[in-house]
């Protein structure tokens, strides 16, 4: 009974309205109390639509699509719109912000309660503008669909401050200016390849916080070559810096040891992860005696602690997320609790912050009850290990709406329990316009008076635009038989 009256009710019809006494709760049986919940401000796809459909029933929910329904309302009412309050299906407003910079669009969703006028903020997520237009409307169809399924299981994030930065919004530009950018945009990934080397400055960390200034950065290997290396972390009571070291033709990382000169030259001291699987991001944190390192490893299940010494491998400790892929996983010790903070790379590459946490460094490692916490393409995602300074935790996250590793946001953690979290933008770091990386930066870590970054240029590789001239020629012929498979 229950389903045949959901298939009839779910279709985007506009809502009957209701008789004497009823609200927006309905029996659509004689045990279960059903939910009724109008969704607007934006027009799903099919595929979307019924993906809503599906999760709203498993809350006991019905939801009925009206994407011009304004408050007051008969039914609850949820609303998509931007942070101005306007409704995502104004005409031409995603036109208007698809490959337009900032590069970012931040959205909210807002319940109303039956016959009300006043909305609360339920939700909220920053998504990038970028990619093809087909791909970036249908991100935002999903980030709806998700919002809507957090809001129906009682793990939304709620009204949250984000890492956008509203003094870098445009004025509405020229129609096909989208496209433009995009033409251009393509290009240069065509053309272009990143090259990363890491650097110091001695600039103190409180100094940096209060001035978003680095001071004098001194590099080590400017100069492209054929590997670059990225993402320091310092190895406590050693001296040593460990990074990724990644070819600039192939594809996979390594993580290597090396000890830095005070003069901007290096000695690669060791390997010590490596294989036919990508390894980058070596988090590495004291914990007593012991040292622990979590590198990234982003296939699924991958992700594993080891312990860290001198004079042999690391040694494994626990596999984390076995059912995830991890991206940028941080450990650290806050409260009474360990945490690691990473990207769920299944709900994207960019734009999510996740937590886990535990008891001891060992587990077992427990999901925060949001999953995740924040929804951000400006900062969302970890660069590095977070700052204690006095009693006050900030964490580097990386602002990729322009493109990977754009620059790094400075957050002080105002509430981190296993159930609530919220952060505050304080600073943000900017890579030198005129310096020898001038186009990103996505790693921070600090010790014994130095605090290590890298940074980020476009270079020209003829190698590399060969291997790419050949995947893509690859793809051309495979993909039709992949399709007709």
Same mark, same amino acid.
């Given at each position: ?59 006991? !929910? ?104 509203? !003094? ?22 065509r053309l272009l390849t990143e090259w990363w080397s890491i650097g110091f400055t001695t600039m103190p960390l409180n ?184 009693? !006050? ?93």
């Amino acid at each position: 009974m229950d389903d045949v009256l959901l298939a009839t009710i779910a279709p985007n019809a506009p809502p009957a309205e209701p008789d004497g006494e009823l609200a927006s709760v309905v029996h659509l049986s004689k045990s279960r109390p059903w939910r009724v919940i109008t969704i607007a401000g934006f027009e799903p796809s099919l595929a979307e639509r019924q993906a809503l459909y599906a999760i709203a029933a498993q809350h006991q !929910t019905l939801i009925q699509i009206h994407a011009d329904a304004v408050p007051p309302h008969s039914w609850e009412l949820l609303v998509v719109q931007d942070v101005d309050g306007v409704a995502l299906n104004r005409a031409g407003m995603l036109e208007q912000l698809w490959h337009k910079p900032p590069y970012a669009m931040p959205m909210r969703l807002v319940r109303y309660a039956p016959n009300s006028r006043d909305g609360e903020v339920v939700d909220g997520a920053v998504i990038s503008t970028r990619d093809e237009w087909n791909i970036f409307r249908m991100r935002v169809e999903r980030m709806v669909v998700r919002l809507v399924g957090d809001a129906l299981a009682g793990t939304g994030r709620g009204a949250f401050s984000s890492s956008f930065d509203p !003094t870098r919004r445009r004025p509405h530009r020229w129609p096909l200016a989208g496209r433009f950018d995009h033409f251009i945009t393509c290009w240069r990934q065509r053309l272009l390849t990143e090259w990363w080397s890491i650097g110091f400055t001695t600039m103190p960390l409180n100094d940096i916080l209060a001035s978003g200034f680095l001071g004098s950065v001194q590099w080590l290997g400017s100069r492209a070559g054929t590997h670059y290396l990225a993402d320091p972390f310092s190895w406590p009571g050693t001296g040593r810096l460990l990074c990724e070291q990644r070819s600039i033709v192939e594809g996979n990382g390594s993580i290597v040891a090396i000890d830095p000169g005070p003069d901007g030259t290096f000695h690669h001291i060791s390997t010590i992860l490596a294989g036919s699987s990508h390894h980058s991001y070596p988090c590495v944190v004291q914990d007593g005696e012991a040292v622990y390192f979590l590198p990234e490893a982003p296939e699924r299940g991958g992700t594993v602690l080891y312990r860290l010494t001198e004079d042999s491998d690391p040694v494994p400790v626990c596999r984390l997320a076995p059912g995830r892929r991890l991206a940028d996983p941080t450990l650290f010790a806050y409260g009474d609790r360990y945490w690691i903070a990473y990207t769920d790379l299944d709900i994207g590459e960019h734009n999510n912050l996740c937590l886990l946490h535990a008891p001891t460094i060992e587990g077992p490692w427990q999901p925060h009850r949001c999953v995740p916490v924040k929804i951000d393409v400006c900062g969302a995602r970890s660069a590095g290990i977070p700052i204690r300074i006095g009693d !006050t935790l900030f964490r580097p996250g990386q602002d990729c709406a322009q493109t990977y590793g754009a620059e790094l946001v400075i957050h002080r953690v105002d509430l981190m329990t296993p159930d609530d979290y919220r952060e505050t933008v304080v600073t943000r770091l900017r890579p030198d316009p005129s310096g020898p990386f001038p186009h990103g930066m996505h790693t921070l870590s600090a010790e014994d008076g130095r605090v290590w970054l890298d940074g980020k240029r476009y270079v020209f590789s003829l190698s590399s635009l060969i291997r790419k001239l050949a995947r893509r020629a690859w793809w051309s012929e495979s993909a039709p038989q992949a399709i007709r498979g």
